[in-house]
């Protein structure tokens, strides 16, 4: 397991098996610090995050040496582009979210190029924010501000823009059935997960028991659905957290809600 610990300045990994903790300090010099906001496997062994609003960073752990690959829209004097949820596409590139313009960066980690491509208008601003991959090594991205879900064949780069039926969901997080070809994507602003099947148009719903109503221009409320994960061990289950704490600081699970399980063939 891995996690950036931005407030000390390190990378960590975390041995399940032994149960200890390995740290890689950020490097004296680079800049921008060592949080960030996703991080994500790379199949060569690498370990990859967003970070500075702006850029990915890559971890050789074996070597332990750290790469930044800036966007090339984070000029001196303009606006950052921001750097949200990343994936490993099925070629081995890297995508990233660039939430503050509307575009996707990929970098190619066997030449260190990279590039943007712009997310199809959706009528405003998109605000593209957590990702994942299929069965297929196609990317699919949450479009948080637009309501929409959005697929990168990672192949032409094509994009295409699905609408689930809950126009102004805040689509927020995205995991993946890899098995039986679901894409779960958490709606933050109706209290819904929302499944598709990756070789349909359409896009169906599930209502997250325990519901609230609230102003879909809320951007950060603490009672948000996040989908957590799909498990081997349940291939049909998708496993969504429910942030409902309202901020408090030593909130029990009780006072937090139950983790909920929703099947895909229940």
């Known amino acids: 397991m891995w996690v950036p610990d931005g407030p000390n300045n390190r990378w960590l990994s975390f041995d399940t098996k032994t149960e200890k903790f390995v740290a890689y300090a950020w490097p004296r010099g680079m800049a921008g610090g060592a949080g960030g906001n996703s991080m994500a496997l790379h ?3 690498t370990i990859w995050a967003t970070g500075a609003n702006k850029e990915v960073r890559r971890l050789n752990p074996e070597a332990v040496e750290f790469k ?3 966007s090339p829209s984070a000029k001196p004097g303009s606006p950052a582009p921001g750097a949200y949820g990343l994936a490993v596409a099925g070629d081995g590139s890297v995508w990233w979210a660039e939430d503050e313009i509307d ?3 990929r970098v190619d980690p ?6 943007e491509f712009t997310i199809p208008d959706v009528g405003g601003h998109a605000f593209p924010r957590r990702m994942n991959t299929d069965a297929n090594g196609d990317l699919w991205v949450a479009l948080w501000n637009a309501g929409k879900l959005m697929k990168i064949d990672y192949k032409t780069k094509e994009m295409t823009v699905f609408t689930p039926p809950s126009q102004t969901g805040g689509n927020y997080s ?4 890899k098995k039986n070809n679901y894409i779960w994507v958490s709606e933050h602003q109706v209290d819904k997960v929302a ?6 148009a359409g896009v169906g719903r599930v209502p997250v028991a325990g519901g609230r109503k609230r102003s ?3 951007r950060h409320r603490s009672d948000q659905p996040e989908i957590a994960s799909s498990s081997p061990a349940t291939p049909r289950a998708v496993w969504v957290s429910w942030r409902s704490c309202r901020n408090k600081m030593h909130a029990t699970a009780r006072e937090c809600d139950p983790l909920l399980v929703l099947r ?3």
């Open 195 to 200: 499944p598709l099947r990756s070789e349909d």
């Open 43 to 45: 199949p060569d062994g």
């Open 264 to 266: 895909s063939d229940a």
């Open 103 to 105: 575009k996707m960066a």
């Open 174 to 177: 995205v995991i993946v059935d």
């Open 68 to 70: 930044a690959y800036p």
């Open 216 to 218: 879909a221009s809320a």
């Open 110 to 115: 066997a030449t260190g190029k990279v590039e």
